[in-house]
């Protein structure tokens, strides 16, 4: 996990669609759990990630602006 963060500022929406796009294309990988695994951790933050996550779980609309 990175301890520091690459993208200041972003809101939850951003890091959700960033956070599902990794997701789509470590699921085109042999091991896409693994895959996904990774690339989040070399990507967002504990922080980062809970609001990630916590966006997507509330089923809030990803696309758009």
């Not at 956070?19 to 085109?28: K, N």
């Amino acid at each position: 996990m990175r301890s520091t963060s690459n993208k200041p500022g972003w809101t939850d929406k951003e890091l959700g669609r960033r956070a599902l796009s990794i997701g789509v294309l470590a699921s085109t990988t042999s091991t896409p759990e693994t895959t996904a695994d990774r690339l989040l951790h070399d990507e967002f933050t504990h922080e980062e990630l809970q609001r990630a996550n916590a966006y997507l779980q509330s089923g809030a609309i990803v696309t758009g602006r």
